[in-house]
């Protein structure tokens, strides 16, 4: 059970990754975070992949007065995600084709949820930006889609302005990968048995049974 919760933790942060690269290259506009991401590359001489690196850092750092501890989900997290989106788009090129940016946009959105199902299924720390979600829940007592909407906002907000990529692909993903991660859960439960929906709270978010 180790050896396939490794895998699926590993294989879900490198799509994850890889997805995000795709996103890119695509045009069409990107999550919320990678707005951020990008908007930070673009003013700091460094990588996107390590603009994702940095910023997992610093998040983590929120952690500490929220008591938040860190896993091997955690960690890996920041290093594999920024080295996979790196990879990702040194290897795609830009796409000119309406047509096949779109069909790459929905790709991307898709491979995403199967990829959050896959590394936060395995239960081995969620990454940087969910556990700052978790534990600004626990502490102030707010739901789940409270702090996840004010924390999304704010960085769309603070990335659009710093010069992301906002466009018809942020709404798509915003809207679409609650249900397709939900949707997508009954197919991951056969490769890691446990997986469930917190449907108390929200049910875009996905968490492993203890």
């Given at each position: ?131 700052l979600m978790t534990g600004l829940v626990a502490r102030t007592g707010w739901s ?67």
């Amino acid at each position: 059970m180790l050896v396939r919760r490794l895998v699926a933790l590993y294989v879900g942060l490198w799509l994850y990754g890889l997805s995000m690269a795709v996103m890119i290259r695509a045009g069409l506009g990107l999550d919320p975070w990678d707005v951020f991401h990008q908007g930070v590359a673009a003013h700091v001489p460094i990588s996107f992949g390590a603009a994702t690196a940095v910023t997992g850092v610093v998040v983590l750092l929120a952690w500490i007065p929220l008591r938040q501890r860190p896993g091997v989900g955690t960690v890996s997290n920041v290093v594999v995600i920024g080295v996979s989106v790196d990879v990702g788009l040194w290897m795609l090129p830009a796409w000119d084709s309406i047509p096949l940016r779109v069909t790459a946009m929905t790709a991307a959105v898709v491979v995403n949820a199967v990829a959050t199902v896959l590394y936060i299924g395995a239960g081995m720390g969620p990454g940087p930006r969910d556990g700052l979600m978790t534990g600004l829940v626990a502490r102030t007592g707010w739901s789940v889609r409270s702090v996840r909407t004010g924390i999304e906002m704010s960085v769309l907000a603070t990335g659009w302005m710093l010069g992301g990529s906002v466009g018809i692909a942020t709404l798509v993903y915003a809207f679409g990968i609650g249900p397709l991660i939900q949707m997508m859960i009954p197919y991951a439960d056969r490769f890691l048995p446990g997986f469930r929906v917190d449907r108390a709270s929200e049910p875009a978010v996905v968490v492993a049974a203890p």
